[in-house]
């Protein structure tokens, strides 16, 4: 019977809680514990705490517990059903369990802690229960930390897109840049999205009012939803999307040049990397492409107005913009389409290029995030749902508190 008192402690058994008799089949391997409540126990209603209620009935119901070495365990209890002088018959809530859960706190803390790092349908497999009730078990648990997360400190937010399935199905992220936390996850690219995130955020304590600064890419979507839902807030473009719009345009001006130069073929790294970042054949390579004697490569001036653009990151804000101007004006009258094309559209995200002197946010972490979603998607080959798919994104990058037993 010494064995009832262990389980009773490693349980957290309190009056009028006990363990009354243990079953252990070594062919079945399998650990039951039959618990019960003392007679005359009284519990807490669940509705408005009051103390000393008396069981009215009660019904028998099982739970999954933590295996007890190789075994499989099992706790059953009769719940009762208390009578309150209040809120009449309530169904008493049991310290070990949820409400409706088929799995005691500690099975469910351990189900969180291994979809952290591996495919539910993996954990399904460790723990011989079926995924359909393991995905249910951790809705309901993200559901319940997300419903506690305070917002209420939240100042800038990074806005992101991520595929949920290949080529369609996109979420749009939001990131706390302070916390480096997922904030929501919804699905579709839409400017309603923001909207939708506007709406948790005042859900969760934070005000709209307070947001200060988003970072996003410049999708028009995003931009536009950003003005309704957030008008006071600036709005920084990503420097690396940014970037990259000069990236592509030195790469469209190597392929349609390369037609006529075939020392360009097999060149496209040399001049989409950081130079630090070649080899240094790469470099050598480079370096006689752009020897202004020789070639007089379209390709070699797209790159050095490209160069000219990395530049500007590094300007002292006071000589951002008009470095800015001078740099737009020189790649305008290029005569290289792609570039051209480039710095119109600068020029049409001009005060968002030039807030990031001011706000010196990126989208860094919240790519960061997205990598981190996207390689547990990877590890589960992919998911049924969208809503799988955002529940593990919560899970992983979320930063809930999950109020379960450690
Ligand atoms: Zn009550």
């Given at each position: 019977m010494a064995e009832r008192g262990l389980f009773e402690r490693a349980l957290g058994l309190q009056w009028p809680w006990r363990v009354k008799r243990t079953e252990f089949d070594a062919a079945e391997c399998r650990l039951d514990l039959h618990l019960d409540f003392e007679p005359?126990?009284?519990?807490?209603?669940?509705?408005?705490?009051?103390?000393?209620?008396?069981?009215?009935?009660?019904?028998?119901?099982?739970?999954?517990?933590?295996?007890?070495?190789?075994?499989?365990?099992y706790l059953h209890a009769r719940v009762p059903r208390l009578r309150c002088p209040a809120c009449g018959v309530k169904q008493a809530k049991v310290p070990w369990a949820e409400p409706g859960s088929g799995f005691t706190l500690w099975f469910e803390a351990l189900v969180v802690a291994l979809a952290r790092e591996m495919p539910v349908r993996a954990v399904a497999r460790l723990t011989g229960e079926h995924d359909t009730r393991l995905w249910r078990l951790l809705k309901r648990r993200v559901g319940r930390a997300r419903a506690e997360a305070d917002f209420s400190s939240v100042r800038a937010v990074a806005v992101d897109e991520t595929a949920c399935r290949r080529g369609h199905d996109y979420i749009t992220l939001f990131a706390d840049l302070d916390r480096s936390r997922l904030l929501y996850a919804t699905p579709g690219r839409t400017a309603s999205v923001v909207s939708l995130f506007r709406e948790d955020l005042e859900a969760h304590g934070g005000r709209a009012g307070r947001i200060r600064d988003l970072c996003m890419d410049m999708s028009a979507a995003y931009m536009k939803g950003a003005r309704e839902a957030f008008p006071e807030a600036g709005i920084t473009f990503d420097r690396f999307h940014v970037q990259r719009l000069m990236n592509r345009a030195v790469d469209e001006v190597r392929r349609a040049e390369r037609k006529e130069r075939p020392e360009l073929n097999r060149t496209r790294y040399l001049w989409l990397k950081r130079r630090d970042r070649l080899t240094a054949s790469q470099r050598e390579r480079l370096d006689a492409l752009l020897d202004p004697a020789g070639q007089g490569l379209k390709t070699a001036f797209a790159y050095r107005i490209k160069l000219a653009f990395e530049a500007f990151w590094d300007l002292p804000p006071r000589l951002a913009e008009i470095y800015l101007e001078k740099w737009c004006s020189w790649a305008a009258g290029s005569g290289l389409q792609p570039v051209t094309d480039a710095a119109k559209t600068i020029r049409k995200h001009w005060d968002g290029i030039l807030l990031w002197f001011r706000s010196r946010?990126?989208?860094?972490?919240?790519?960061?995030?997205?990598?981190?979603?996207?390689?547990?998607?990877?590890?589960?080959?992919?998911?049924?749902?969208t809503e799988h798919f955002i529940t593990i994104a919560y899970l992983v990058c979320g930063k809930l508190d999950f109020k379960l037993p450690t």
């Open positions: 005359g126990g009284t519990f807490d209603c669940p509705s408005c705490g009051r103390g000393g209620c008396k069981a009215h009935d009660a019904s028998p119901k099982r739970w999954r517990h933590l295996d007890f070495f190789q075994h499989r365990a946010i990126t989208n860094g972490m919240i790519e960061g995030i997205n990598s981190l979603v996207q390689a547990a998607k990877a590890r589960a080959r992919g998911y049924r749902t």
